[in-house]
């Protein structure tokens, strides 16, 4: 199963990353790097190109010995693992059209085997189309597979994704599930959902390019992207699962933005757009139910 899922996530990232370069019309990088505890990755990021800012899609294959108190905290025995995915996360230059974050993988830690992944869509703008359209994605690759519930996933998602110190979401969701038995029917399952991720994504950002946004919108999204990297720096398992296992850190912090804003006490006016963001997008919603 680990060969088999290598295969697949090494072609998932070259498939994601060509459709992407294709919408932006720029080019990924590629760092090839190897791992000193055993194992290595490719990192592709693309940078201050016309759709996206800052986007990186990630591939890694390790494996070794874990330390014994980082091994007590996973599932499994022991002090060997492996793990391989891809991670990706796309900053786009506009403040119309939303980040994404998508990872899937396969980890093993002594007897125990299992797949985690999902997707999430934080947008600072939001458009009712974009959210429904997302979340109807993953809830149709979730319904062709029994082993997958949508609103598990989902109520998962939300809570995963939420910054406990500003009680707050990160965004609107999506799917998130983790510790899923290796089994093929997973596997099935994992491969949908990356095969998934571009139809859920290049509709939402095909529509938001060439639209017109302002200075002050600009402003408002380097503001709010310091909640994702609150996030990511805070609670973000993978982000642990990186450091602890010596990975490549320019790879494992691929995901923060290129430029955020930090503002003491900010408050946006009453009824404004930026206002609502909070006191209507990121509240749990049943988005899938809806008519986009």
């Excluded at 693992?81 to 974050?101: D, E, M, N, R, Y």
């Excluded at 709010?224 to 699962?241: A, K, P």
């Excluded at 909070?278 to 749990?284: A, D, G, N, Q, S």
Aim: proline share 6%; net charge negative; hydrophobic share 35%.
């Amino acid at each position: 199963m680990h060969d088999r899922a290598v295969a697949y996530f090494r072609e998932l990232q070259d498939r994601i990353s060509a459709e992407l370069a294709r919408l932006d019309g720029g080019e990924f990088r590629e760092d090839s790097w190897e791992r000193p505890g055993g194992g290595g990755g490719r990192s592709r990021v693309l940078e201050n190109g016309a759709v996206i800012e800052k986007g990186g899609v990630n591939f890694s294959e390790v494996f070794g010995e874990l330390s014994p108190e980082f091994a007590k905290q996973m599932p499994g025995d022991g002090l060997t693992f492996t793990a391989t995915g891809v991670s990706l996360v796309i900053h786009p230059q506009s403040p119309l059209i939303p980040t994404v974050h998508a990872n899937f993988r396969y980890l093993t830690h002594g007897s125990k085997a299992w797949f985690g992944g999902g997707a999430d869509l934080t947008p600072y703008y939001p458009r009712k189309e974009d959210v429904v359209h997302f979340h109807k994605t993953w809830k149709h690759v979730c319904d062709l597979h029994p082993i997958a519930d949508y609103a598990t996933m989902k109520t998962a998602c939300d809570e995963y994704f939420f910054l406990k110190h500003r009680n707050e979401p990160r965004g609107v969701g999506g799917i998130f599930f983790d510790y899923r038995d290796g089994t093929e029917a997973t596997f099935d399952f994992v491969r949908a959902c990356g095969d998934a991720f571009l139809a859920a994504y290049v509709p939402i950002v095909a529509r938001g390019i060439g639209l017109p946004y302002t200075a002050e919108q600009r402003l408002f999204q380097e503001y709010r992207r310091g909640r994702y990297v609150e996030f990511n720096l805070v609670y973000d398992r993978g982000t642990t699962f990186g450091l602890k296992t010596d990975g490549r850190v320019e790879s494992i912090l691929m995901s923060l933005p290129p430029l955020v804003r930090y503002v003491y006490d900010y408050h946006p006016p009453a009824g404004s757009p930026e206002a609502q963001l909070t006191e209507y997008w990121l509240k749990p919603n049943d988005w899938a139910a809806m008519d986009g």
